[in-house]
């Protein structure tokens, strides 16, 4: 193919992506792309290019390039909540006591057996 078929070509690109291109324009070009003609290293951007907006048409309203960013989206809400869940669940496990004026953290149900042995078996000091 001549040089100055493939100027064509690249100034019919330059156009397809100015959006000055017909569908019928654009099927022409999809069919060069395709073509040996088009194995040209210059051509190589264009065809990864409409190969990236080929596929990530919109489907149903949602484009394919969105799915993942809507399954990551929904994989970081659950784990927050999952830890802000087991957050919580060990906050409830941990009791704060005052003894003599300090400020005591432990695990509730040790905090409550010590109350219940100092309540039944009191020490006289």
């Known amino acids: 193919m001549k040089q100055q078929d493939l100027s064509y070509w ?3 690109a330059e156009r397809y992506f100015q959006a000055e291109t017909s569908e019928a324009e654009e099927v022409q070009l999809r ?5 040996d003609a088009a194995r040209d290293p210059r ?6 290019t409409m190969s990236l907006l080929f596929v990530s048409r919109p489907i149903g309203g949602l484009s394919v ?4 960013i809507r399954v990551i989206a929904i994989a970081a809400c659950l784990c927050a ?10 906050q409830h496990s941990i009791s ?4 003599a004026g300090e400020k005591i ?4 149900s040790l905090v409550m057996q ?5 309540m039944f078996n009191p020490t006289d000091q």
């Open 10 to 12: 690249e100034d019919f």
């Open 31 to 35: 069919k060069f792309l395709c073509s």
């Open 43 to 48: 051509f190589n951007e264009v065809k990864a």
């Open 65 to 68: 390039m969105q799915y993942p």
């Open 81 to 90: 909540a999952a830890f802000l869940g087991w957050h919580q669940y060990m």
């Open 96 to 99: 704060s006591v005052r003894i």
């Open 105 to 108: 953290e432990a695990d509730a």
């Open 114 to 118: 010590q109350q219940m042995t100092e």
